[in-house]
């Protein structure tokens, strides 16, 4: 069963079962947040669905006889679940975390940055495959080519930067790398981050998108741009700080 997510105003998935499970679990998804799937005739609450019922944090455990102290060896692994399938990482993430790293929350960055490529993209596409068209249709396939192509390499930059953009969670550290040729990356450990400042404006406020500025503890901050659903990700980071310190 393949399940569609609402939530802060964004259709999330398709998830399996044990996704969404996962992420109830880590306190990404609530039980109130609408869902979908095929078969429903609209969309409904996920505590409506039968198969998280008994997800973890959904029911409360039966009450002790007396107060228990906490574990002295609890760790985030226990306040955030399983989190996020090695699998669903990209290549960077994968040979970075550790054995015994537990990844959490991820974003990329947002499909606006291909925007500008695209429409540049379109404008010249009819102005130059006439010329293409018309090249190959004289006997100049090489120049015909050079016409066909220019318009598609202008929208390359922007897709290339989505899909290999990598912004990873873990219990332990934030990773990030963005760039392909011109690389640029980040590993930090969250009891070393001071600060995460967001910025967002008109535009990504509407279509969920910003600046993401991370300090670490005496240093300058990183910052990353049109990163996709950076409250969340901020969140996210916040979140793993807190369960740390308990």
């Not at 609209?42 to 228990?68: C, I, K, Q, Y």
């Amino acid at each position: 069963m393949q399940i569609f997510v609402h939530r802060d105003g964004r259709q999330l998935g398709p998830y399996s079962v044990e996704e969404v499970r996962a992420r109830l679990a880590n306190g990404t998804f609530e039980m109130s947040d609408n869902a979908w799937t095929e078969g429903m005739p609209e969309w409904d609450h996920l505590s409506s669905f039968a198969a998280f019922r008994d997800a973890p944090g959904t029911t409360p455990p039966p009450l002790p006889s007396r107060p228990t102290a906490a574990p002295a060896t609890a760790t985030c692994h226990h306040a955030f679940g399983p989190g996020i399938s090695r699998e669903e990482l990209g290549p960077y993430a994968r040979s970075t975390i550790d054995t015994n790293e537990t990844p959490l929350h991820r974003t990329v960055i947002h499909s606006v940055v291909m925007v500008g490529g695209f429409i540049a993209a379109g404008v010249l596409a009819l102005g130059f495959w006439p010329f293409a068209a018309f090249a190959f249709h004289d006997g100049h396939p090489f120049l015909g080519l050079t016409f066909a192509v220019m318009p598609i390499a202008l929208a390359l930059p922007g897709y290339i930067a989505v899909k290999t953009s990598e912004l990873l969670i873990t219990d332990r550290r934030v990773i990030i790398k963005v760039g392909l040729l011109q690389r640029r990356t980040l590993e930090m450990f969250i009891s070393k981050i001071e600060s995460v400042r967001v910025g967002q404006g008109v535009f990504g406020r509407m279509w969920d998108y910003g600046d993401v500025a991370i300090r670490g503890t005496g240093g300058s901050a990183e910052l990353f741009k049109n990163i996709a659903a950076p409250i969340e990700f901020r969140n996210a980071i916040q979140r793993v700080q807190t369960a740390s310190q308990r």
